[in-house]
């Protein structure tokens, strides 16, 4: 089960069971078919509706959305989140980290900030290709730069240090 915030203020919960998708343990059917990278159509109770994905962070399992030319964001929080949250390790504690690891290995595209920059949760930090993907590197927390160990054209493996608070 998966615990969905839209719009920082509305609570959804979501399931799957047996291919069967329930919002708020009602039982929710829907064709959907994909239009183009990030654009799909979408049509429940007879309504149609145009989805177009505008970010995925999935650092911070957050995904913005437009639907009907309405914008949506979206937090997810599925059950070690919440197992988190019941232990009080929540995102207060997660902004208190010391330093950024490559989550893959890569090469540095980019560093977006430089040693004494302060930083806000959710800042860039720099951009790292992996699997010919770019993966934007954001801040976990609010904190000042101490050292960045690396630079750009930089190759990166997994778990590498590269920048500490």
């Known amino acids: 089960m998966l615990k969905i915030i839209a719009n920082k203020d509305k609570s959804i919960e979501y399931k ?3 291919g069967k998708i329930y919002l708020n ?3 929710y059917e829907w064709s ?8 799909f159509h979408a049509i429940h109770d007879d309504r149609s509706y145009c989805l177009e994905i505008i ?5 911070s399992k957050i995904l913005t959305l437009r639907v009907n030319g309405r914008k949506v964001e979206l937090k997810i929080k599925d059950k ?5 949250e019941k232990l009080g390790i929540n995102e207060t504690a997660a902004s208190k980290i010391n330093e950024i690891k490559a989550p893959m290995p890569g090469l540095i595209l980019e ?10 949760t959710g800042d860039t930090l720099l951009i790292l290709e992996a699997m010919k993907m770019e993966n934007v590197i954001k801040s976990p927390g609010d904190g000042t730069i101490k ?11 997994k778990n590498q240090t590269l920048i500490q608070f």
């Open 55 to 59: 970010e995925a962070d999935f650092s």
């Open 32 to 39: 959907i078919s994909k239009i183009d990278n990030g654009n």
């Open 80 to 84: 070690f989140d919440a197992l988190l």
């Open 16 to 18: 799957e069971d047996n």
């Open 25 to 27: 343990n009602k039982l």
């Open 147 to 157: 050292s960045i160990k690396i630079k750009k054209g930089d190759s990166v493996e």
């Open 111 to 120: 560093v977006k900030m430089k040693e004494g920059d302060s930083v806000k």
